[in-house]
């Protein structure tokens, strides 16, 4: 566990004497508090039955369990539900229920991921053969591959782009390419202005562990753009509260340009003949101690230009983006495992 001094910490945060870890995380660790970011602003507070309903105007809903969020578009000829994250599970019925007497009709997977979408059961089952399943063709595959009954092969499937045209409402979905999964899509409802795109942008904090877990960083990299192409007020990354809108993606794609600006800048100094970094005298120290030991020298490498490259991202976002002292080294890793190249930057 890397722990910044308490020093560092207090000047963020002066009244506070918490320490802030990044790296292996563990069950006693006290990360900084969250106050003074989005993150607290946009939680949204939860009924007694433990979720909340966001009205987005014109039929549309966002209905959260405080940690996850689905997208609802109630329609003249029934309800099209995208994404049913298991651990918001019946509520999420509860919430429909209370909103529409109206069916559901329409299944949409954001992508694969059970987190997000494996309680689809609870709409599409056999016992409810109405309800039409859609998603990416990858994500049709994925969900072939590996059968879960959780989470039914979906029957509609498409490749670029779907028009789901439900009654009186219209759905958009688009798929811009591998990302943070095979196949997941932006969802964009044109009557609302709403756009959601699931694991891509989580407003008010750094993204989840290692760039979003993406299975293809340059791509989800280039989502935040593909986002920012829309004509959209409101954005559901499906996750951490409230509604959010234009201003979150542009601050996280600050955030990963500047993950990938200050990891260049560190490996630019781990050639140099820094004592600290510079890879030279790094190595001595390292195969001094370990003759040979080829990975423990590409560990204590890696680890060190990650290091400084989260030092540098710290040190403007800190305090700024909730999680930074969580997953901000995970971010330096990743980038410099998967985007190490100099010459342009790596989603181009
Ligand atoms: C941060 O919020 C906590 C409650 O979550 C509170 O106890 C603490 O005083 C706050 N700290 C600052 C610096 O505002
Ligand atoms: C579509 O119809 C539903 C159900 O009557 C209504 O709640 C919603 O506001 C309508 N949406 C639009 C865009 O007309
Ligand atoms: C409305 O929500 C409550 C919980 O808040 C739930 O007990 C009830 O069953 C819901 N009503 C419908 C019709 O789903
Ligand atoms: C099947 O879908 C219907 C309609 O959405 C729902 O009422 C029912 O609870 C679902 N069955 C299961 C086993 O979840
Ligand atoms: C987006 O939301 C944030 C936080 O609620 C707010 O400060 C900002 O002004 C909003 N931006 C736009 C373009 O509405
Ligand atoms: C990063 O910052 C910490 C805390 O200030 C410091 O101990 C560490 O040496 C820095 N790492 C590098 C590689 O500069
Ligand atoms: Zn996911």
């Known amino acids: 566990m890397k722990c910044l001094s308490s020093t560092v910490a207090s000047l963020l945060f002066w009244a506070n004497a918490a320490i802030a870890c990044t790296g292996f995380a563990t069950r006693h660790d006290i990360f900084l508090p969250l106050n003074g970011t989005l993150a607290v602003e946009n939680q949204l507070p939860l009924n007694a039955a433990g979720y909340a309903v966001s009205n987005l105007g014109r039929g549309a809903y966002m209905i959260t369990d405080g940690v996850y969020q689905s997208f609802v578009l109630v329609s003249t000829a029934g309800v099209v539900v ?45 016992s409810n053969p109405k309800v039409k399943t859609v998603a990416h063709a990858n994500t049709a595959s994925q969900l072939a591959e590996r059968p879960d009954p959780n989470r039914p092969v979906p029957q509609i499937t498409f490749k670029d782009r779907y028009e789901l045209v439900a009654g009186n409402q219209t759905l958009e979905l688009f798929f811009p390419g591998i990302g943070h999964d095979l196949g997941n899509i932006i969802v964009y409802a044109p ?158």
Request: charge should be negative; charged fraction near 15%.
């Open 82 to 126: 995208v994404d049913a994250p298991p651990t918001t599970g019946h509520k999420l019925q509860w919430a429909i229920g209370n909103i529409t007497s109206t069916p559901v009709r329409w299944f949409v997977y954001s992508h694969s991921h059970a987190d997000h979408v494996g309680g689809a059961y609870l709409f599409a089952n056999q």
């Open 191 to 348: 009557k609302q202005k709403v756009l959601m795109m699931v694991d891509q942008v989580y407003a008010g904090w750094v993204p989840f562990e290692s760039l979003a877990a993406s299975v293809y960083v340059p791509g989800w990299i280039r989502g935040h753009d593909q986002i920012l192409s829309y004509d959209f007020d409101v954005y559901l990354g499906g996750h951490l509260g409230g509604p959010a809108n234009r201003t979150a993606v542009e601050v996280q794609r600050e955030y990963v340009n500047d993950v990938f600006n200050n990891c260049a800048a560190a490996l630019i100094k781990s050639g140099t003949n820094d004592p600290a970094v510079g890879i030279a005298a790094l190595s001595a120290d390292v195969l001094g101690n370990n003759p040979n030991n080829a990975w423990a020298q590409f560990a204590a490498y890696l680890d060190t230009v990650a290091d400084l490259c989260n030092n540098m991202t710290s040190a403007k976002w800190l305090g700024r983006l909730a999680g930074q002292d969580i997953f901000g080294y995970s971010h330096a890793v990743f980038y410099l495992l998967v985007c190490n190249r100099l010459s342009a930057p790596c989603w181009m």
